[in-house]
Antibody, heavy 123, light 109 residues
């Protein structure tokens, strides 16, 4: 069974840092692009960042560029989001998601499988 | 930056009726258009990607269509479990970024 499990969320002060992780299982991790998507309480979905299957391509929304860094460890089937200079408006549930079709080099196109999310509160 | 506008914001229908949801892009977006369903307290579920490809396990009553800037998700006959919020999402070519529309809530009339 394909599964994604996020962890590492919590409460952090404005200006602080946090790293959230996404553990993947049930598929060949290094052949799928992955994304982080967040959802503030009561709001819609916002794509945050994406990474190619090989890890060679990384992509960011303007709202987080320069503050967040996406990475992956294909040997451990895990993706990370390092968040620095956190702001109150970064408060959200952070989901990781897997692309629907395999590719080692292409950027993500959609989010087929989602984790349950991890809550990040900046206050 | 490509902006997606979804309409209507709320759609009030009865089970068995046909639902037509619209997603309009601020500029042409090719074929990278997806639709999601989200129920309260749950993660979103991918329904359709690449405009019209149904995701694994998605019933045939969900269908996507469109091109250029105008896209549509049709639910042919609403089942009780279909009442939820629906989002469209596109991926721009360069720089490669995803973005979501604001959502359409399909509620029971």
């Amino acid at each position: 069974e394909v599964q994604l499990v996020e962890s590492g969320g919590g409460l952090v002060q404005p200006g602080g840092s946090l790293r959230v992780s996404c553990a993947a299982s049930g598929f060949t991790f290094n052949t799928y692009a992955m994304s982080w998507v967040r959802q503030a309480p009561g709001k819609g979905l916002e794509w945050v960042s994406g990474i190619s299957g090989s890890g060679g391509g990384t992509y960011y929304a303007d709202s987080v560029k320069g503050r967040f860094t996406i990475s992956r460890d294909n040997s451990k089937g895990t993706m990370f989001l390092h968040m620095n200079s956190l702001r109150v408006e970064d408060t959200a549930v952070y989901y990781c998601a897997k692309d629907p079709e395999s590719s080692t080099t292409w950027p993500p196109v959609a989010c087929e499988i989602w984790g349950l999310g991890t809550m990040v509160t900046v206050s | 930056e490509i902006v997606l506008a979804q309409s209507p914001a709320t759609l009030s229908l009865s089970p068995g009726e046909r639902a037509t949801l619209s997603c309009r892009a601020s500029q042409s977006i090719g074929s990278y258009l997806a639709w999601y369903q989200q129920k309260p307290g749950q993660a979103p579920r991918l329904l359709v990607y690449d405009v019209s490809k149904r995701a694994t396990g998605i019933p045939a009553r969900f269908s996507g269509s469109g091109s250029g800037t105008d896209f549509t998700l049709i639910i042919s006959r609403l089942e009780p479990e279909d009442f939820a919020v629906y989002y469209c999402q596109q991926r721009s070519n360069w720089p490669p970024r995803l973005s979501f529309g604001g959502g359409t809530k399909v509620e029971i009339k």
